[in-house]
């Protein structure tokens, strides 16, 4: 098992971890390798190309904007969100372009950024996802000086063209516990008497051991515990921006922003000395959900998790038990985000967290299942080796029941259906904890066999339902 889970939960900037995260982080890494192979003087002009699901909905997801950043040598976990529009108006205004933040060429954007809607795959890629996208440098005599094909395979995740995909944080890590199923998880937890948090912990105290091999154990997990509470703390302030924000978001579909009036009415209800309506916390899960896809859909701050269209889900259920489990504490908190993580990277190796590859099940579907094992997980009580097969069972409910979901935004937007899906997804995740809690017997579907169903069912999905905008919502409301 290769992916940590700070490759899962990764800070950066709305609205798509794979159209707009995927692309900025590879047009980045292109131009810092021209300057690293002495190529970037030599520059006169760069074109980008753009294909499948990329070319599709990526003017809807920021993708044009997001290339332009990168090639400039932006990072979405380092760029001001604020800084943005400027950044973009000042490119766009100009016709200049500093690539690397180094060396300027003229930019003329209708021809050096080409969205190629009618081809799935870039020309000759050998790999074949339909997130592609190609840059070319021409130097002075108009020849061909570097070119390379990227594909943002979802989550922020990307590869070029022909490599393996590799870990994040260290090429060569020993894992002290290596599972690459969840029959090999609970396996390799029951085997050493432990939780599935601290198998996950421990791997990723090897994975910073492999860059500080001087540490002590000690300062390992307190600096993983750290790396947690950070991205705990990025969702949270999400939450309370998205839930102070009002307006319309961008885009031109006209949607209103809708959880700060939600919260605000929740709010009225709680102090009116009502008597409580005992299902009141899953309001709050809705409405917890609803503020981060808001900020999201908006290009702010947010976390992937696993993705930025289903970045709700995780907050609002971690939320929901911090401000509404009795005993909740912060090392429940640092159990969630463990054991959501060993379920996500499951997904993540065994199958897709890519719209644009199996639908919105392997977005919203894996948060949900995500947040499912990880709530279980601090929710913890019994025998450690009956929690682990809570959370094996926890993960599988929340995804049997998201099989087959579509991706299909309206205007290629990350708004409709996105932002209410996230909050469905959350109530659905808090229903699959409760229910896999409630029922300790084992069960007929593995996780692994909903697993391995959720990518064969991608697979089998027909590509304009997978983030093409050419189906479903997309095609049967009018845009306006």
Avoid at 105 to 124: A, K, N, T, W, Y
Avoid at 277 to 297: G, H, Q, R, S
Avoid at 421 to 441: C, I, S
């Amino acid at each position: 098992m290769t992916t940590s889970l700070f490759d899962l939960y990764k800070i950066g900037v709305g609205p798509s971890s794979s159209h707009t995260m995927g692309p900025m982080r590879a047009a980045c890494r292109f131009v810092r390798e021209l300057d690293r192979d002495g190529l970037l003087g030599g520059a006169m002009r760069v074109e980008t190309d753009l294909y499948g699901s990329l070319a599709l909905t990526g003017k809807g997801h920021a993708t044009d904007r997001a290339i332009l950043l990168g090639l400039e040598g932006n990072e979405p976990a380092a760029i001001d969100p604020a800084a943005i529009e400027s950044s973009v108006a000042g490119i766009r205004d100009s016709r200049r372009i500093q690539l690397a933040g180094k060396h300027a060429i003229v930019f003329d954007e209708p021809s050096d950024l080409l969205f190629h809607r009618d081809q799935m795959f870039p020309p000759g890629a050998r790999m074949q996802h339909p997130n592609g996208l190609r840059f070319t440098v021409f130097g002075r005599d108009g020849a061909i000086v570097a070119r390379r094909i990227y594909f943002s395979i979802g989550g922020g995740f990307i590869v070029e063209d022909g490599e393996t995909e590799a870990p994040t944080h260290a090429s060569e890590v020993h894992l002290p516990f290596p599972f690459h199923s969840a029959a090999e998880l609970l396996a390799v937890a029951r085997a050493h008497s432990l939780t599935i948090d601290r198998v996950m912990l421990a791997n990723e105290c090897a994975r910073l051991r492999a860059l500080d091999p001087g540490a002590s154990e000690t300062s390992l997990e307190t600096r993983v515990r750290a790396g947690i509470e950070h991205i705990r703390q990025t969702m949270q302030e999400c939450v309370e921006r998205g839930m102070a924000a009002e307006g319309i978001l961008p885009g031109g579909l006209e949607v209103r922003r809708r959880a700060r009036r939600l919260a605000e009415r929740l709010r009225e209800r709680d102090a009116s000395g009502k008597p409580c309506d005992p299902l009141a916390p899953l309001d709050w899960v809705t409405v917890y959900a609803m503020a981060v896809n808001e900020e999201n859909a908006a290009g702010g701050r947010v976390v992937t998790a696993p993705t930025n269209g289903a970045a709700g889900v995780v907050p609002a259920v971690a939320l929901y038990y911090r401000n509404f489990v009795e005993g909740s504490s912060d090392e429940g908190l640092v159990r969630f985000f463990l054991a959501s993580a060993a379920i996500g990277a499951l997904y993540k190796e065994n199958a897709s967290i890519s719209g644009a590859e199996v639908g919105c099940q392997g977005e919203v579907g894996v948060a949900c299942s995500m947040a499912a094992a990880g709530l279980v997980a601090a929710l913890g009580g019994g025998d450690g080796q009956v929690n682990n097969g809570r959370i094996e069972h926890a993960a599988e409910i929340a995804m049997e029941h998201n099989l087959g979901m579509t991706c299909d935004p309206i205007g290629g937007l990350v708004q409709i259906p996105c932002i209410e899906r996230n909050a469905m997804g959350a109530a659905k995740a808090v229903q699959a904890a409760r229910l896999a809690m409630n029922e300790p017997e084992t069960h007929k579907v593995s996780l692994d066999q909903v697993i391995r169903t959720m990518y064969l069912t991608g697979l089998d999905m027909q590509s304009r339902y997978k983030e093409t905008s050419l189906a479903g919502l997309a095609l049967n409301v009018i845009e306006c």
